[in-house]
């Protein structure tokens, strides 16, 4: 590499006797690199470092002169200082009004680069240091930048698959690093102001299962980003959320909705090259005001980091007064969570267990603005506001005493190696330790398998070394009609990892799981039964037909519409249920074996019973609820998709496949339920 990877005192300042721009360099920028050593932050001499700070955002437009004006960045960066606020979080990009660091891959604007040049050089001269996302989920105005422009007119989905919006993010991440600041002539790369990278802002995905295309991102981008920048440290800047499959998400989510936005965080901040896992917390937002919520968000994260062997950041905290977001929220509601939150965050400082900061959401652009309730602006926090002075301001002076010398730690010798950085081989237990055992064994075995905890009588409980074992058990055990085993290294509903449950169902033509919350860290299925996965989801990644596997689907909405196999379209299939007398409530249990497993299937079962002309099938593994509003509001969130997000029903269910006949007197105008009632139903005419 052309550009020595020095860190250290003693580097640098010889680098600065050579070049006049690095002398000025020198009399101001952060000392050196913060690394990860022992599950911590520490400075080059092993001197434990804590986050407090704060979130700020077109900081690149505000340097430009394109928002506010150019006294504003340095009044804002000399309140942190004078505040002993040392880490600021912003977006290394465009945010809004057509101010863009990309226009498009690989086409830059030098005015938005200058002006990331002076962010630096401004933080560097008061020894703030950076924590700068490279891309953000969100597409808050069409003309900014966002993980949209990487797959051109594409689902801003491809941004996690496509191999060309890969490579062109990639090459995002390398410009970025190796760009020289022209007013300091230190490599971004090189400079120890920047703490650390985010990947993405609060990374989504709307498929059903695209968990996994969120986890194969992060590996292929957080190795790749060390070998372009091996000096700081990297984080991939989500919200914290788990997987509905992941033990942990009945009790950690905010609500169900989140299991669905392909995040999840334990394995995802396992990945090689995660330094430490970072997570948000917005009460408003998730619309969990309740604090004790905030107690368990931050006593799982924290318990998690165990796991991980990796620090936790608090990197983005928000509390709305008024406006939109925290319509009602009062003041005092604010104080009483600042309070709580900081108070846990402090409390894991002090016992040296994984928290290591926070920082607030957030301060405005154009300094540290008043209160305001007009949009984002109800969580701008003011500096003369109580919280802030209360709060936020004595918890950063204290934590700017803090620090001792971390035992064990190695002092740092100039220069560094992505390895030692951490987050490598070394870093914490693999990708797999809270991920479902591998669906593709059982399959082949014919164990019918779905996650969750199935509903029927237990004959005996023992331990499997694996989910086909327990299938096994169960096709060589007389009455075993259903096996459940326990995949979570944290245990399920008590039994420990590897219980193997086998149980007689009270009716093994539907197998369904137990309401959610019962379902944590559970994979069962039915020995024999092939067809669990719905025939009508297009097939799977990889061609698994594994009922398991079917959160892996790649289906687009119109996929989905398409697969109903009613190939001569007479069924007149949507995602919907609609209304009529009924005939025969259930096909498949008025039958000695069943035949329905698809809603094409559903559909022949209607043309041939007189007097049907209505029919109606339950699509989703999970049965199909009459009383489901946490789905109703996640449809909301998707665009009024209805066939995803599912979960969080806690009201009774139809079974998974159940196949209603209905008679309507005048077909072409059948009644479709609303709200809750449309959920996880496919509908048609004959
Ligand atoms: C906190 O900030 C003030 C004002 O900049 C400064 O004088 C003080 O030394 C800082 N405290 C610590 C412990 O760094
Ligand atoms: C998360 O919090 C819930 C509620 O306190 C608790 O039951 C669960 O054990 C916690 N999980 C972890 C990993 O700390």
Known sequence: MAVAQHQGRVLRRSVAVACLLAIAASQHGADAFIRVQSGTFVDENCKEFFFSGYNTWQLLENAAGVVGNSGDLTAQ??????????????????TAGGFQLQYSPGSYNEKAFQAFDKVISEAGKRKLRLVIAFVNNWDQDSSSDNKKFYVGGGNPDDFYTSASARQAFKNHMKTVTSRKNTITGIAYRDDPTILAWNLIN?????????????LSWIEEMAPYLKTVDPNH?????MDGFYDRRSCLAPTGNPSSWAGYTGQDFLPQHAVNGIDYAAIHLWPDNWKRVDLDFGKIWLSNHSANGQLLQKPVVLEEFGKGVGGDLAKGQTESQRMDWYKLVYYLVEQDLEAGTPLKGILFWRWDAVAAAVNSQIG??????????????????PFSARVAQRGKTVAGCTPSQGTVSAASIGGGSSGGPGPDFFTAPDSATCCAKDCGTMYGNLEGTPLASATSASASACCDSCKGTTGCSAWNFCYCDLGCAGQPKGTCVLKSMTNAFYPRTQIVGDNAGWIGGVPGQSKITPTWLCQPKGGSTCAADQGASTCSATDLQNSLQCPDNSCNAKDQNVGGDTLVMDVNSNTPTKTVFTAADCCAACKNY???NVWTFCNRPEGCSSDCPANVASAKQTGGKTFGPYGGCQGNRFPYQQCTLKNSKDPSKVQVYEAGELQAWTSGTT
């Open 77 to 94: 960066f000399d309140a942190a200082a004078a505040n002993n606020l040392t880490v600021v979080r912003m977006f290394g990009f465009g």
């Open 233 to 237: 440290l990297v984080t991939v800047g």
């Open 610 to 612: 007189g007097g049907c």
């Open 376 to 393: 984002d602006n109800a969580l701008t926090l003011a500096t003369s506001s109580d919280v802030f002075q209360q709060v936020v301001k």
């Open 202 to 214: 609060e990374p989504r995905c709307d498929a059903i299962g695209c968990n996994t295309d969120m």
